[in-house]
């Protein structure tokens, strides 16, 4: 490990649970005013940025660059499509889409403006303001729009440049690689110690954020399974299991831990999944999900390049698409290193392509059946639309209960009910687990100058440190301080996933054979 690296993140961890900790109040009036600033100057900013990784990833799939390995030439992928895809899902979304999943199309499909701005401006300027079908379309749209192609655009960048230089260049497996063909052997130097310790910062505090977002869900769960109290000390002993978890499943490795794991999500999302669509409205459903997809794919560019400036419009859109761009951006280099290190041997195409559409499409289907089952039963509810209590739920932000009482209004609150709720359960559980076991090796492999087998020991202190600050950061509520800096520090991580985008086009103009090559050559290093 990197010592020098490894001392200033520990450090910096330390001194950000210090402040949010012992001055909470200030924190919070910092994190809000830096994140209502970046917002309010930025929002443009942000969007130009995501459509325009978009553009590459197109550029990349019908350029002939997509024909060349992430390896060389005769290498070949190390694991299966279905186990890649797997892994894929469960670390670039996991715990975020069960938490979110009911809660974002219902709060989309509201029309009472209860937060002080539009619920869904987009639904609005459509001219479906009343709650009923049409607007039920718009809520899923804008939804998939936030989960879909341009989030899932930024990790496809960051990725692709992270594989691209380790495999195909011999440079380490960290974020430094991609300032190669700026500054040279300068990578192993002050700037590239500082791009890597965005990386290492950006695990921790992410998956610290998704950890607490987690175990308040799965309190509501376990309450409503073993009428287990869902207060602070369930979700302590909730983060110190799941953390303990964590931890084996790192140690063990890729092949073993986290692969198991990851095939072991998607299976039991497929059960969950079919009995919300069989057992909930299917014809509906599957004619929802086909007016879904025609109304993303006729709108999403449009929506990609929409700049709110009225006065409601503009809160809504900083408050979700700014906010959501914000979350990809600052996960980025978390996720993205940890796709790139399952992703070698694969062509830049089949690797934009996989990571692109396939995460998009699963995504899609869950949001369509969860978020389309919720909506379903506020359209039928028996005072009249809007009145089956989801939406209450929603409107006091009471998120973790919405996917709850959705379940129990597809199959009661018996023992079907019990069953399906502690599927969720478990999901939750295990996806946490695969979202911070693949954060660990992420970070441990960004500390080890781009090994690919950190030392175990530092695995487990490392997994020990993320549940330690998700743990204190809930004891003194500093969950919401932390999601505001995760906005914030998506500012600079945005400029660094730029400057990798510049990088990996420069190498791949100057890829042997090709015709605009100007003599660059990387030379194999790893020290």
């Known amino acids: 490990m990197h010592r020098g690296m490894t001392i200033t993140s520990g450090a910096l961890i330390l001194l950000f649970v210090l402040f949010t900790g012992l001055s909470s109040d200030t924190a919070a009036v910092?994190?809000?005013?830096a994140r209502a600033w970046i917002e309010g100057t930025f929002s443009g900013y942000y969007l130009v940025t995501v459509v325009a990784l978009l553009v590459v990833c197109a550029f990349i799939v019908c350029s002939r660059y997509g024909s060349i390995r992430l390896g060389t030439d005769d290498s070949r992928p190390e694991f299966s499509n279905f186990a890649w895809f797997s892994m894929l899902f469960s670390a670039g979304i996991g715990i975020g889409i069960l938490f979110f999943g009911v809660a974002e199309p219902i709060f989309y499909l509201d029309n009472t403006d209860s937060f002080g701005y539009p619920n869904n401006p987009h639904a609005d300027m459509a001219g479906a303001t009343a709650i009923g079908h049409e607007r039920a379309i718009d809520a899923l749209?804008?939804?998939?729009?936030?989960?879909?192609?341009?989030?899932?655009?930024?990790?496809?960048?960051v990725g692709m440049s992270l594989a691209y230089f380790a495999y195909r260049k011999g440079l380490p497996l960290a974020l430094r690689s991609a300032l190669y063909p700026f500054i040279g052997d300068r990578i192993f130097g002050p700037a590239g110690h500082l791009f890597d310790i965005f990386g290492v910062l950006g695990c921790v505090f992410g998956v610290a954020t998704s950890l607490g977002l987690g175990v308040s869900q799965m309190g509501v769960g376990l309450e409503k399974l073993f009428g287990i109290d869902?207060?602070?000390?369930?979700?302590?002993?909730?983060?110190a299991v799941i953390s303990t978890l964590s931890i084996i499943s790192v140690v063990s490795g890729v092949q073993k831990g986290i692969r198991i794991i990851s095939v072991l999500n998607i299976w039991v999302s497929a059960v969950v999944i079919g009995i919300f669509l069989f057992g909930g409205p299917t014809l509906w459903l599957i004619q929802t999900f086909g007016e879904t997809l025609a109304d993303y794919a006729t709108e999403v560019i449009p929506m990609g390049l929409w700049y709110a400036e009225q006065s409601g419009t503009s809160e809504w859109q900083q408050a979700w698409t700014i906010f959501y761009w914000g979350w990809w951006l600052a996960w980025a280099p978390f996720v993205g290193l940890f796709i790139a290190r399952i992703s070698k041997g694969r062509t830049l195409r089949e690797f934009v392509l996989g990571v692109l559409l396939v995460p998009t499409l699963l995504a899609f289907v869950w949001l369509v059946i969860f978020g389309g089952n919720a909506i379903h039963q506020e359209l039928n509810a028996a005072g009249g639309a809007g009145t089956a209590g989801i939406m209450e739920m929603v409107r006091a932000w009471d998120l973790p209960s919405a996917l709850f009482a959705t379940a129990d209004g597809i199959v009661g609150s018996g023992v079907f009910g019990w069953v399906l709720s502690a599927m969720m359960v478990f999901l939750l559980m295990s996806w946490f687990i695969t979202s911070s076991d693949s954060g660990t090796l992420v970070l441990t492999t960004i500390l080890s100058l781009g090994d690919d087998d950190p030392p175990k020991l530092f695995r487990v202190f490392w997994g020990v440190v993320i549940g330690l600050v998700a743990a204190v950061l809930l004891v003194v509520g500093g969950l919401s301080a932390l999601q505001t800096a995760l906005i914030a520090a998506a500012l600079p991580v945005s400029v660094v996933i730029l400057v990798m985008t510049l990088g990996v086009l420069l190498s791949l103009f100057r890829e042997p054979g090709d015709p605009y090559r100007q003599g660059f050559r990387l030379r194999p290093r790893r020290r």
Do not use: E, M
């Open 30 to 33: 910092v994190f809000g005013t």
């Open 141 to 157: 749209r804008v939804t998939v729009f936030h989960w879909g192609l341009h989030g899932w655009a930024i990790y496809v960048i």
């Open 230 to 239: 869902d207060g602070l000390p369930t979700q302590l002993v909730l983060i």
